[in-house]
C-alpha cells in the first residue's frame, strides 16, 4: 500500500506552495494536477516541474473523476501527489478521490493551502464566522438557469451572514464567466422588488496575486466596470455589517 498527499497550492502561483510541500513532492514517484477547479497563474506546473526535477501529469477532469490514473500511480508503490490550485478540500472531487484511494487500503496525508473560501473574508475584512452556505453560478444554457443561487443569497441574507458565489470556468476552452456577466445573471433571475439589485455587492478579483483587487456597491455601478482578468469572484454581505466591517467594506466602495 502507498501513501497519497493532497497538496494545496495556494491561490497565485507555483511560489505559494510551502516548503514542505516542495520537499514532498521531490519525494514522490509520481506527481499529478488539476486546474478545472480553478487556475494557477500561467506556467505555474511547467516552474514547479522544473524545480521539483520530474514530471507533473496534468489531469482533466474525467481522468479525475474516475481515479483511475493515480490509483494505477498508487498501485506501483507510491508515494503520490495531487496538487490543487486553492486548497484540494474545496472541491468535492478531491474527496471522492480521497474516499476510492483509502478503500483500496492506501494511506491519505493532506496539506492545505490557501482558499477563496477564506480569502474572500481577509481581502474585504468581512467577519469569518459571518458566512453561510456558500454558492456557485454556472455559465448561462438554454433552459439551464437554476435558482439555486438566488435561493442562497436570500437564505443567507435571512440569517444575517453573508455570501461567497463562485463563478464557473472552464479552462480547457479559454473560458471564464466574469462578474460583469454574473451580475446581469443575477439580476434577471431575481428582478422581485427586494431582490439582488436591492443589495450592495462585492466583487473580487485575483485575490492571492499582486493585482488582487475589490469593488463595493450597488450592481447598476459595478456592472460599468472592468474588473480584469479573472478569476473573479462575487459577494453579498449580510444585512447587519459590524462596524469594522462597515469600515473595511468602505475602502472599495465604487462612487
Known sequence: MADLWFVGAGLGDERDLSRRAVDLLRRCSAVFCEEYTSILAHGSFERLSLEIGRPIVRLERPELESADPILDALAQGGPVALVVPGDPFAATTHGSLRA?????????????????????????????????????????????????????????????????????????????????????????????????????????????????????????????????????????PGPDLHFTETAALERFRVR
Open 100 to 236: 476510492a484511494a483509502v478503500s483500496r487500503g492506501h494511506s491519505v496525508h493532506y496539506l492545505p493551502g490557501a482558499s477563496i473560501l477564506t480569502a474572500a473574508a481577509g481581502f474585504l475584512g468581512l467577519n469569518p464566522y459571518g458566512w453561510g452556505r456558500v454558492t456557485s453560478l454556472p455559465f448561462p444554457a438554454p433552459a439551464f438557469a437554476p435558482t439555486s443561487p438566488i435561493e442562497t443569497i436570500r437564505r443567507n441574507r435571512s440569517s444575517g451572514l453573508h455570501t461567497l458565489i463562485l463563478l464557473d470556468l472552464r479552462p480547457e476552452e479559454g473560458r471564464f464567466l466574469g462578474a460583469q456577466e454574473a451580475l446581469r445573471i443575477l439580476e434577471e433571475r431575481d428582478p422581485a422588488p427586494d431582490g439582488i439589485a436591492t443589495h450592495e455587492v462585492a466583487v473580487v478579483a485575483r485575490l492571492g496575486t499582486e493585482t488582487a483587487a475589490a469593488w463595493y456597491g450597488m450592481i447598476p455601478a459595478l456592472r460599468a466596470l472592468d474588473f480584469g482578468q479573472p478569476l473573479h469572484a462575487l459577494v453579498v
